[in-house]
């Protein structure tokens, strides 16, 4: 099967497109036609709706450098200074205008698609499909936008560049509109796929984020029934092997309700192992993003209490102390740190005495201090008491391209909507029921974790959920919605000192009151004035 990488142009508008032939990440061609000419035929529809797809991954790969949003949190950091991470990046920085333009344009070819394939003589199934996957997407995009920004124009149909200046919807009318579109996506798409077309959004993915656009909207009724839903009817299961989840050899697994699907081709990978991988992979990672020591001293020992350092000693005998380098130089000391922990540590994160496998299949131990002349010790990017990402790093030498690894990047999957559900339902209800237990514990036991103790109360179990949210989807973006819409943002990362495991600070944090959202791209005010600011910015 070969894959061809060309282009199709609507308009001044000029889109990749993946399309769908023997495989859905097959790519055909069209060049040079125009908006009207194209929409012809059922070929013309599926190509026109794969351009979404490709619009989706274009935000994936513009953030993975940035560890999926959770380097601008208390979880994980950038290794070198970004605006988003010190509190100090200004409104008319292009990463802001750059999302704001992706999102509105998968938004426009959304509407172009539900504006023309509705007239394509096609089969009706496929009709139907084609249209329930724009609406999936245009709902996706606007709460992308949503999230970020907060109340924002709302456009329901293709229009000329000339007519695209309405006014800031407000917050509530954006949301319904969202609702309003995944709730026709869910009734459209089918359950699942057949192979060739693996990775295509499913009725599962639409009800994932109905309930998820309920949550952020604190409809926590409406948002436990969606979840509720997807949990008892849906197909999806939890994978056995949680490291799994984060390799190629797990793509397309049994959990994954909706991801961006990879391939290993020059400009359609992703850039993980540069950016989450360090220097003994194949591809010599730069660990761009690191985990935080207050994601690792976060992980519970193996009995489910938490993690202390004044339950473990030095090689004096005294109190482990994490800001004295000394202690950390002392191997048995640390390995008693790393053991009987929550396995979900160790597989998602190289500490200090655990092993990496790298290039050409050797295992390599990260020896501290680090060891930089030992051609069998695990060398980091960072040496003065670093820790890494292993999720998202493969091991051994079969994928070379460094910033084209063939892994599906996961957006949606039944573990996030499992403590989604819990937390929505614990938020219903003045005190959890059993079901929140039996979500939250699904979780920690396919860990190799306890139940939670019996007899929580509302607040007690907000918190426990929280933390399972942490340490499950540490290095997957979501933490960066979760701490703004619980607003504790401020409160986690301003004026915190990013710093080594050794205690050595690195840089200051910082999180402004306004950095709840995101500012309205100066470009966009300059040529739309209806549009107001964001406060603050």
Known sequence: MTNKIKQIIFSTFLIVLFASCSDFLDRNSLVGLSEGDFWASEEDAIMGVNALYEVNREFTNSIVIYGMMDDFTDISYQSWATGLTTGAFPANATFYSDSWGRFYKGIYRANTVLKYVPEIQMAEGTKARVLGEAKFFRGYFYFKLWDYFGGVPLYDQAMNVDEAYNERSSEQEVYEFIVNDLTDAYAALPESYAESDKGRATKWAALAMRGKAHLWAKEYEKAAADFKLLMESSDRQLLSDFHSLF?????????????????????????????YGNARGATTGSQRTRPTPKLVNAYEMIDGTAFDFNNFTNANGEVFNPNSVTDWRDEASVRKLFEDRDPRMDMSIVV????????????FLYR?????????????????????????VETGSVYVLQDNMPQNFPLIRLADVMLMYAEAQNEALSAPDQSVYSAVNAVRARAGMPDLTIGLGKDAMREKIRHERMVELCGEGQRYSDIRRWKIAKDVVDGVWMTEFTGVNIRQRGFPDHYYLWPIPQTEIDVNPKLTQNPGW
């Open 247 to 275: 390799r190629v050899a797990g793509n397309n697994n049994s959990e994954v309700i909706f991801d961006v699907q990879y391939i290993a081709e020059q400009g359609y990978g992703i850039a993980t192992d540069r950016n």
């Open 352 to 363: 200090p005495w655990s092993t990496f496998v790298g290039k050409e299949g050797v295992e």
């Open 368 to 392: 501290f201090p680090v060891v930089t002349t030992d051609a069998q010790a695990y060398v980091p990017v960072w040496t003065a008491g670093s820790y890494a990402w292993r999720k998202f």
